[in-house]
């Protein structure tokens, strides 16, 4: 089921992350706003660009992809009944228009979508070989694949998928930390959870 939301009107990058009303207690559990401006960067986007975002979550990589997509249109693909109001919501409050909610599950939700330019694949309920194989069959030319993933070993097939595909294919480890404030006044860091982001980049 695809849902077209009213939206308001202001609409910005670089969120953080509070920005997004999120699960309890998954507090937390949304793609970070460090991995977000990679995974961005990586895909790609023209104005013009049709997206799918997959295992969309409570969508702050559909509403930031929204920003940059403006004039195409963003498909937010979840299955997941208890982060669906929150995606509603987060999409309305934060002034996605473009956004289109497929309420679903991957990759059977993606049968009556247009083909897209860019893919973003956030989570797959344990169905990532078969969604990539949807996305790899559908992406069009020029278009990108972008893959983030918490476990290394998953990381190496999923690479290895796009090259054997004939995509070119890249992956970066992102690991960040992020500055606290200490009672005394100083400032020490504290280290995120590492994400692997892998990127495969059909040419032509």
């Known amino acids: 089921m695809v849902e077209k939301l009213q939206a308001a009107s202001q609409r910005a990058l670089g969120l953080p992350d509070d920005a997004f009303e999120q699960r309890r207690p998954l507090q937390g559990q949304i793609t970070k706003r460090e991995v977000r401006a990679v995974s961005l960067y990586s895909l790609g986007l023209r104005p013009s660009s049709v997206v799918w975002d997959i295992g969309a979550g409570t969508g702050s990589i559909s509403v930031e992809v929204s920003v940059i997509a ?5 498909y937010a693909v979840e299955r997941d009944e208890e982060s669906l109001p929150l995606l509603r919501r987060n999409v309305d409050q934060l002034g996605s228009k473009n956004v289109q909610i497929v309420a679903g599950e991957a990759p059977d939700a993606l049968a009556e979508l247009p083909d897209p330019d860019a893919v973003f694949v956030g989570g797959s309920g344990g169905r990532l070989a078969a969604i990539l194989d ?3 069959k559908r992406l069009r030319a020029g278009g990108r694949i972008v893959v983030n993933l918490a476990a290394l070993e998953r990381t190496n097939e999923v690479y290895q998928r796009f ?3 004939g995509f070119v294919a890249d992956m970066v480890m992102v690991n960040s930390s992020r500055g606290k404030d200490m009672p005394d006044g100083t400032v020490r860091l504290e280290a995120l959870n590492p994400v692997f982001v892998v990127t495969a980049r059909r040419e032509g």
Do not use: M, P, Q
């Not at 403006?70 to 963003?74: A, F, K």
């Open 70 to 74: 403006r004039e195409g249109t963003v």
């Open 163 to 165: 090259k054997s595909s």
């Open 134 to 136: 949807v996305a790899i």
